[in-house]
């Protein structure tokens, strides 16, 4: 690798690095070398980071660190509330064992410009067994340095004692089949132990795996019995959104589905993507989606994770300046979060919003969010649009926390994507 590409990547990561403190529990990449972190339900990568308490389930986390040599990496977890803040327990309160195991499942890139190791995590692991439903923050170091997090996952187990059923609708209570959609939701809590659904249960619902745009239900519309539910709600009204933007760059030969141009220089492989322009304005257009997804792969490799390239990806957004805002790039390439990673640049001399990123080969969703530096809200009323049409995956997350308990546990989860029927 070219000192000057070295240094490119470097200064690339160095961006969207993040500070750790001893209550960060942000889900996400926190040092510069590391990248292409995935957290996945074995044989389900499309559903959420949660595994059922004993049950057959796995939960795979995996991601690359861009270096020549594995680094003796270790891993713990921290048991957190339904709003993701440490609850303070005592490692035996909810390990079985002791709370730390090596990350010994890793392989090396092969035949590949960029160097890099890649890594696997699998849980459950009988080394750190979990006795506890809920919330779970699991935290990659480097041995002898447990307090400066590398990579922190989150994840959850599920004692699956609350029944989740979810409908989406396009018939909302402010607008009809135009700009938002309507959850309605129904949990059967038999056999949970929960005694006051009013005070005793938080509701979390998220669309799209997106912290930006999460609700949080602290009482239902109406008990009857063991049924509750949540409908007519007016947190449960969400933006529309559109299908997220695509691209593909499975081959280092010739540019794939979105990409412009596909070139090679001293700093390695590039691909400039075509120029996007915002979508607020034009009418809905139905495209298939990984719900802001990503996944890698090399077209010509029998194992992607080791064999595929890492791609200087150049992101540009016509636009004028938007005075008082920033646009950042949401998807699971930027870890779903917008900071200086995934802040765009504004190039005056073009008239566009810039960015480029370092992503492995693959195949990507993007979206592009428009955020007030006055109010700190998202919006992509503009970047994207909203329409009801947007086949949005909406999570729900049922929470509680028993008597004489210092926990919040994980009843239930429960998951609804809108299919249009006009498609």
């Known amino acids: 690798m070219s000192f000057a590409r070295k240094l490119l990547i470097i200064a690339i990561l160095c961006i969207g690095s993040l500070s750790v403190s001893a209550v960060d529990t942000r889900h996400g990449i926190l040092h510069p070398s590391f990248a292409s972190l995935q957290v996945e339900v074995e044989g389900r990568p499309w559903l959420p980071a949660v595994i059922v308490q ?53 392989d090396y890139s092969r035949a590949t410009l960029t160097h890099y190791v890649h890594y696997r995590i699998s849980l459950p692991d009988e080394r750190v067994p979990l006795k506890l439903p809920g919330n779970y923050l699991l935290k990659v170091y480097e041995e002898y340095e447990p307090d400066s997090a590398l990579v922190q996952v989150r994840f959850a187990v599920s004692e699956g004692s609350v029944w989740v059923n979810a409908q989406v609708s396009p018939r909302t209570d402010i607008d009809y089949l135009e700009s938002h959609q309507q959850l309605d939701i129904v949990l059967d809590t038999k056999g949970s132990g929960i005694s006051n659904p009013y005070s005793d249960i938080k509701t979390i619902v998220t669309q799209n795996s997106w912290d930006g745009n999460s609700v949080t239900l602290t009482a239902p519309s109406a008990v009857r019995g063991e049924v509750v539910t949540y409908s007519h709600l007016r947190p449960l009204i969400f933006d529309g959104g559109n299908e997220y933007r695509r691209f593909e760059t499975v081959s280092t030969s010739y540019p794939g589905m979105g990409v412009d141009r596909m070139y090679h220089d001293a700093d390695g492989y590039h691909a400039d993507l075509y120029t996007d322009i915002p979508r607020g304005a034009d009418g809905y257009q139905y495209d298939q989606t990984q719900h802001g997804r990503f996944t890698v792969r090399e077209y010509n490799s029998a194992n992607s994770d080791t064999e595929a390239e890492y791609i200087l990806t150049t992101f540009t957004l016509e636009s004028p300046k938007l005075d008082g805002t920033d646009i950042y790039i949401e998807g699971e390439l930027t870890g779903r979060r917008l900071h200086d990673g995934s802040r765009m640049n504004y190039n005056p001399t073009a008239g566009c919003y810039e960015k480029t990123l370092l992503l492995k080969q693959g195949a990507y969703d993007y ?12 919006d992509m009323g503009y970047t994207e649009g909203n329409f009801c049409d947007t086949a949005n995956d909406y999570t729900v997350s049922v929470y509680y926390r028993r008597p004489g308990e210092r926990f919040d546990r994980l009843a239930g989860i429960g998951s609804a994507v809108y299919i249009n029927p006009r498609k």
């Open 54 to 106: 004993d049950s057959s389930d796995r939960l795979v986390i995996e991601f690359d660190e861009l270096a020549s040599q594995a680094r003796n990496l270790r891993w713990s977890v921290v048991h957190c509330d339904a709003q993701w803040l440490p609850e303070g327990l005592a490692d035996i309160e909810f390990t079985d064992g002791l709370n730390e195991a090596t990350v010994d499942d890793y």
């Open 367 to 378: 979206r592009y969010v428009a955020v007030s530096r006055k109010s700190g809200k998202p």
